[in-house]
Structures are given as structure tokens and as C-alpha cells.
Nanobody, 120 residues
């Protein structure tokens, strides 16, 4: 199994920045996909960013965050990051880390989430 723990959330003013971290442990070597999702109150969970492959060179972003957010990974630390710049109030949500590997349960593994609040 894979355990995921998110950190780095908090309260930030519009235009500010935060960096979220997702530390993976357990059977991490077989992970082929990691992603960040978010869920705002009363809304469905949505995909924010995804990173694929061992090299982590293949990434994709939701249109709403493209150009502002960057997903990256540190294989040595088994950690993925989400650098969030120029934050907007509509970015307010609980952010979840997700990982998939061969044999993972349906939907992959999930972290507990970290709250990001963008407000003045």
C-alpha cells in the first residue's frame, strides 16, 4: 500500500503563493501517476495537476490553474509538490494528493487533504 500525507496549506492573501507537499511512503517505487485534486465547499472534486512517468517530465494542468501552478516531484524524497502562485479566492479548497500504481485500489491512493484559503 501507499500512504500519502499532504502539508503546506494555510491562509494566504490574493496574489500570494503557497507550496503544497505530498510525502509518499510504502510501496512507492511502482507509482506511475501522481496528481493533485481539490474540492471546494459544495462542489465536486476536480483535477488540478498530474505528473506521469519516472522522470516526471509529463505534466498536465486544469485550465483554471495553467500558468500559475506547477507540479513537480523529488524521487529521492518520494515527494510531489504543487507550487501555487498568483492565488485567487476561487482557489480556496481542500487539496488532495493522489497516487496510482499497479494493484492500487479503484481511484488510487488518497491523502487526508490540506486546506488552502485565499482571502483578504
Amino acid at each position: 500500500q501507499v500512504q500519502l500525507v499532504e502539508s503546506g496549506g494555510g491562509l494566504v492573501q490574493p496574489g500570494g503563493s503557497l507550496r503544497l507537499s505530498c510525502a509518499a511512503s510504502g510501496s512507492t517505487k511502482s507509482i506511475y501517476r501522481m496528481a493533485w485534486y481539490r474540492q471546494a465547499p459544495g462542489k465536486q472534486r476536480e483535477l488540478v495537476a498530474v505528473i506521469l512517468g519516472i522522470s516526471g517530465s509529463s505534466t498536465n494542468y486544469a485550465d483554471s490553474v495553467k500558468g500559475r501552478f506547477t507540479i513537480s516531484r523529488d524521487n529521492a524524497k518520494n515527494t510531489v509538490y504543487l507550487q501555487m502562485n498568483t492565488l485567487k479566492p476561487e482557489d480556496t479548497a481542500v487539496y488532495y494528493c493522489n497516487a496510482e500504481n499497479v494493484g492500487a485500489p479503484r481511484g488510487g491512493y488518497w491523502g487526508q487533504g490540506t486546506q488552502v484559503t485565499v482571502s483578504s
